[in-house]
């Protein structure tokens, strides 16, 4: 799969499910998301360790995200089954940015300051952007939840990059990028 690809299906995904939230319909969001998911995990060329990421990012994007509504610090609108938990769709967009670690996003596999500095930065970002769409509100106090945000983002992207660095393949040692076809392995 290549680089272009990869970021190509993340950012459509990413859109989609942002503006379908902000628009009352998550879950056609989240089915483009997870379709986009699926073609990734086709196209990879380690299907099980791309899988295997993106479980782990899911469960970490349901821990973080749910703990921001419990304190009150996020509200999602749309698509919340549990007043306590994030709403589906966020937790599948948390899948799908594990899609782009060891291909478009394979830079963040660097030293872990690199990680860390782009999860404090676009952790926020992403949520300011999803906030202007209308697929999440803040708190009683915006600069808590950004500064939640941030310090959340800060540390989940370089766990996520560890996990996808450790975890990888049987001698993985950086992005499995390959423009040839996919194996099926």
Do not use: K
Not at 121 to 139: D, F, I, K, T
Request: aromatic share 10%; hydrophobic share 55%.
């Amino acid at each position: 799969m290549s680089n272009l690809l990869n970021y190509g299906l993340y950012q459509t995904g990413w859109l989609a499910s942002v503006l379908g939230a902000g628009r009352g319909y998550p879950w056609a969001g989240m089915a483009v998301a997870l379709v986009f998911i699926a073609v990734h995990v086709w196209l990879a060329r380690h299907r099980r360790a791309e899988m295997a990421l993106i479980l782990v990012a899911g469960a970490v994007g349901l821990v973080v995200d749910s703990t921001q509504v419990r304190l009150g610090l996020l509200q999602f609108p749309s698509g919340s089954l549990v007043a306590w938990l994030c709403p589906p769709w966020i937790v599948v967009m948390w899948m799908q940015f594990a899609t782009t670690l060891r291909y478009s996003l394979q830079w963040l596999l660097g030293p872990p300051v690199r990680a860390a500095v782009f999860g404090a930065l676009g952790g926020p970002l992403a949520y300011l952007v999803g906030r202007r769409c209308g697929a999440v509100e803040w708190g009683p106090s915006p600069g808590l939840s950004l500064a939640a945000l941030g310090l959340l983002w800060m540390v989940s992207v370089p766990l996520l990059v560890s996990v996808a660095r450790r975890h990888g393949p049987a001698g993985y040692r950086g992005p499995a990028v390959d423009a040839s076809t996919p194996s099926r392995a």
